[in-house]
């Protein structure tokens, strides 16, 4: 007995011998063949032609192919249904990886699995696929693989990366990517299709079809069924019965998709109605009690005839707060949408994001199988630097810690790609999705001295130098964030520079200089932005140098297009910023009226806006400066008249002149749409710091109008203002008062509300902030006022939006209104 033991552990020592170091090829040879099912998927043949390509670039010896009916000469590697491996738990995209003696198999699901796992396989041997034209396939005489015994499963059952550089078929396979944007076929195992993507109210239920005899389809707002920027009316039972048959058409056009979305459009105007109303305060008196209910009654309908297909929806801007007591069916999947989130800091160590962590903490009560829509670009300045590796290396392992599972990463996805760096971001953000524990700093380091070679010591000193302007720090990041913000301060933008200037001198070669210039294209913008800046000088508000302004603009443009670049910002074409550039980057007339306390400066072409209420004692101005790269720059911000069709309608356009103007009073007259005849006097009186605005609307048309007239400031004093000490103060006219900070960490980092009636300001309101800058006192005549509206935001440089609005009213031919508007500085203890 006791030789018969030292017999069996021979064998096995001698078994595990030769299988402690599989020698797979040598010198340019080797003794293995890949075994391939006669009845492979697409996929599995993909996976054994792709590890027969990389063994052959990585050691020169091909491993043949051969069907699992073949007798075996020498060792194999046995792909799918030839490993003979029970798989079935691993759902369709899991693998196990073993090695069997000398043998060594790969078997997972047959849509993705077995061919993830010989992905896997080479990237333990080194390889990595960077870019669709950037990789490391190792050369090496000897390509050995130690024992492995390893299980896999996706951390995500869904995984996009929406940059316009991760798109490539071949890329997104080898970097196990499967969302609906990847260029994937039936050769790479298809891909999770989703049908249409979002916002697909409007879709399903069309206003031009439908608005006309049926109004009562869609919102009731503000006391009106509209058609225009509306939502649904969700407890309609019409609108359920048309939207099942809506879905229902879907599936049968495209039966190859999985997920259908019924999801609200991308704008507000949820419906206001008794009966959602009704259902709102039922579920906590929050927007999405309406929309879940809703899209779980769509998802039981469905389910009866495609028990297969699931519906998706949006937990986003106004419906990001979970329901009370409803919870999603097993067939529906919510996408919330963190797009109020501060991306430079990890979300559960930032009090801006805490309202997030709670909102997902509180949906991951609600579904065990959540998705999230995450942002990883400026959606108003693709080129913009946006230093969120941070947040992303923290916040994707979060998301799988709570429920998450789905992630669509969105990025800058125009036509031609150029977003900031688009290439770094995707491939760690591929990592990450398939792992969360990768360590981001190695991956990044990795991608770094692959991509720029001999330029990566000074590429990734950037990298480094970039993140540091907001570790640790408070200034933050946003997705609409602005190139003049504090993170993008002159010393980083110096330093930056000389890196760059460095990384070009080591770059030894066109192709990674050309990179180089590219990933510079993101400080050249800045430098733009701001060279595009106005200033008053003389009379007259333009940015200095206009000339050299407009051949620096030419000149940026060329280089964009030079690489392949169409969009800077979010669905704007670039031709777009060449003719809005040509319109309106231009010398304007600008009227300046003062005392010893205050300046105000009145651009009449802009609108008749105020674009300066300057505080002589501090040297702030407490309007709104907008960004000279914003969109519609420079008539924009500051205070200013509208007259719209009703309190949610549109504006009629005014085209202004200046009348007269002196040292203390500036009058102008505008010729607006439909018979429009405006007056609007700005003026300060005595030594009083403040200025005051009146404004008159006749209509000199022969047939009513129906209009609104809004008197809007914007306040903000300095774009580097902490937002937790935002403040507003004012007294109502039923004697309560309002003295409160617009903001504590929890909460959310934008606010609206509408005051009217009795709660409505009693003819002041004070916008300020605690730490001391002066304040700006909005001033209006009660009995002209019907609604105060006052909106705020932390998401770039804090402010406060005071809106006072005159009765919604038909304006007869001959008729006029007036409403009249003061801004006085003060400050606010």
């Not at 078994?15 to 599995?44: F, M, V």
């Not at 031609?416 to 760096?421: D, K, R, S, T, V």
């Not at 050309?514 to 508000?541: H, P």
Request: with cysteine.
């Amino acid at each position: 007995m006791a030789r018969f033991y030292c017999v069996v552990l021979a064998l096995l020592a001698a078994q595990t011998a030769a299988a402690a170091h599989l020698i797979l090829a040598q010198n340019g040879k080797s003794a293995y063949s890949i075994c391939l099912a006669r009845d492979a998927s697409p996929s599995e043949k993909r996976a054994a032609e792709e590890l027969q390509r990389f063994l052959r670039e990585m050691s020169g010896a091909t491993l043949p192919i051969a069907g699992d009916t073949a007798r075996p000469k020498g060792s194999r590697i046995l792909l799918g249904g030839c490993a003979r491996i029970p798989v079935n738990s691993l759902g369709p995209e899991g693998f196990v990886i073993r090695t069997v003696g000398r043998n060594l198999a790969i078997a997972g699901g047959r849509e993705r699995g077995t061919m993830y796992g010989v992905y896997t396989l080479l990237e333990r041997l080194g390889c990595r696929w960077y870019t669709p034209e950037v990789s490391r396939i190792p050369k090496r005489t000897s390509v050995a693989l130690d024992p492995m015994d390893e299980t896999h499963r996706p951390a995500f059952e869904y995984r996009e990366v929406f940059f316009t550089e991760a798109w490539d078929k071949d890329w997104s396979a080898r970097n196990r990517l499967n969302g609906q944007n990847h260029k994937l076929d039936e050769s790479t195992g298809g891909r999770i299709r989703y049908f249409p993507f979002v916002h697909s109210f409007e879709q399903m239920i069309p206003p031009k079809r439908y608005f006309a005899e049926h109004p009562e389809y869609f919102s009731l707002i503000d006391g009106k069924r509209r058609a225009e920027r509306s939502q649904l009316c969700l407890t309609n039972p019409d609108v359920l019965r048309l939207s099942v048959e809506a879905v229902r058409g879907w599936i049968g056009a495209h039966p190859e998709a999985t997920i259908f979305s019924v999801s609200q459009n991308d704008w507000t105007g949820w419906c206001e109605c008794d009966q959602c109303r009704r259902v709102e305060e039922e579920e906590g008196g929050v927007h999405s009690g309406p929309l879940v209910r809703f899209v779980n009654q769509v998802a039981e309908e469905i389910e009866k005839t495609h028990p297969d297909k699931l519906i998706d929806t949006l937990a986003y801007w106004y419906t990001e707060r979970p329901p009370k007591l409803v919870t999603p069916r097993r067939n529906v999947r919510i996408r919330l949408c963190p797009i109020g989130a501060c991306e430079a800091h990890p979300y559960e160590q930032c009090p801006y994001n805490r309202f997030f962590v709670d909102l997902l903490k509180e949906w991951s009560k609600r579904t065990s199988r959540l998705y999230i829509w995450h942002y990883n670009t400026n959606f108003s300045h693709y080129l913009l630097p946006f230093p969120d590796f941070d947040e992303l290396a923290a916040d994707i392992p979060m998301y799988r810690r709570n429920s998450v599972v789905g992630l669509f990463q969105q990025g800058a996805y125009a036509p031609g790609g150029g977003g900031e760096n688009a290439e770094l971001r995707s491939y760690v953000l591929a990592r990450l999705l398939w792992n969360p524990a990768a360590d981001v700093n190695r991956e990044v380091g990795d991608f770094l001295g692959a991509y720029y070679g001999p330029a990566a010591k000074p590429m990734r000193a950037y990298y480094d130098l970039l993140h540091e302007q907001v570790r640790g720090k408070t200034n933050h990041l946003w997705i609409f964030v602005q190139p003049r913000m504090p993170y993008l301060s002159r010393e980083f933008l110096d330093r930056a520079a000389a890196l760059f200037r460095q990384a070009e001198a080591a770059s030894g070669g066109e192709a990674i200089r050309r990179r180089i210039e590219k990933a510079r294209l993101s400080l050249d913008y800045v430098e733009l932005a701001r060279a595009r800046q106005f200033r008053v000088r003389d009379g007259v508000y333009a940015p200095d140098n206009l000339e050299g302004l407009r051949r620096r603009f030419a000149d940026f443009i060329a280089a964009a297009k030079r690489f392949g670049i169409q969009q800077l910002h979010e669905g704007r074409p670039i031709a777009e910023d060449e003719s809005e550039f040509a319109a309106r980057v231009r010398p304007y007339t600008a009227a300046v009226i003062e005392n010893a306390a205050v300046r105000a400066t009145v651009a009449p072409e802009l609108n008749a806006r105020v674009i300066e209420i300057l505080d002589k004692r501090s040297g702030l101005n407490l309007l709104r400066v907008p960004d000279g790269a914003s969109r519609g720059y420079p008539d924009m911000s500051g205070a200013w008249v509208a007259v719209l069709s009703d309190y949610r309608g549109r504006a009629y356009p005014v085209k202004w002149q200046l009348e007269s103007a002196s040292a203390r009073e500036v009058t102008l007259a505008g010729a607006g749409s439909e018979g429009l005849k405006l007056r609007r006097r700005i003026w300060i009186e005595g030594d009083a710091p403040e200025v005051r605005t009146s404004t008159s609307v006749e209509n000199t048309g022969a047939a009513p109008v129906r209009l609104a007239v809004q008197a809007r400031a914007e306040y903000s004093p300095r774009d580097d203002l902490d937002g937790t000490g935002l403040a507003l103060r004012y007294r109502a006219l039923d004697g309560s008062a309002f003295d409160s900070l617009l903001f504590q960490p929890g909460q959310e980092t934008t606010g609206s509300s509408t005051l009217s009636g009795p709660k409505r300001p009693d003819g002041a309101w004070q916008a300020g902030h605690r730490n001391g800058v002066p304040s700006l006192i909005g001033l209006f005549r009660p009995g002209q006022a019907e609604r105060c509206v006052m909106d705020w935001s932390l998401r770039g440089a804090p402010t406060i939006t005071l809106s006072v609005w005159s009765k919604e009213l038909e304006l007869k031919p001959g008729a006029a209104l007036e409403l009249d508007a003061g801004y006085r500085i003060g400050e606010l203890r």
